[in-house]
């Protein structure tokens, strides 16, 4: 099993920035894809930002809404993911979660997630 804990969440106001933060540890195989999802009241889980690795190398997908704004990048070392959120709107208020995809074993793994409040 794989456990994802995520942290950096709270409340900024609009314009503001966060870091969020998402650590994978436990029975880690090939991680092929991680990232950051969203879901906001109401509305169903979407994808923020991932990234891809390939045996040619690592990828980057992001959501038109993040283009600009957010940045994903990753430690593989810590096995850590971070998602910079800059510019944020009050649109962008959601739980976020961290999504790991372990290619060896075909599991797909799902954080808690971490709420993100943008309001004045």
């Known amino acids: 099993q794989v456990q994802l804990v995520e942290s950096g969440g709270g409340l900024v106001q609009p314009g503001g920035s966060l870091r969020l933060a998402c650590a994978a540890s436990?029975?880690?195989?090939?991680?092929?894809?991680m990232g950051w999802y969203r879901q906001a009241p109401e509305k169903q889980r979407e994808l923020v930002a991932r990234?891809?690795?390939?045996?040619?190398?690592?990828?980057?997908n992001y959501a038109d809404s993040a283009k600009g704004r957010f940045t994903i990048s990753r430690d593989s070392a810590k096995n850590t993911v971070y998602l910079q959120m800059n510019s944020l709107k009050p649109d962008d208020t959601a739980v976020y979660y961290c999504?790991?995809?372990?290619?060896?074993?075909?599991?797909?793994?799902w954080g808690k997630g971490t709420l993100v409040t943008v309001a004045s």
């Open positions: 990234i891809i690795s390939t045996g040619s190398g690592e990828s980057t």
């Open positions: 436990g029975s880690i195989g090939t991680i092929t894809a």
């Open positions: 999504n790991l995809y372990d290619s060896r074993s075909r599991g797909n793994y």
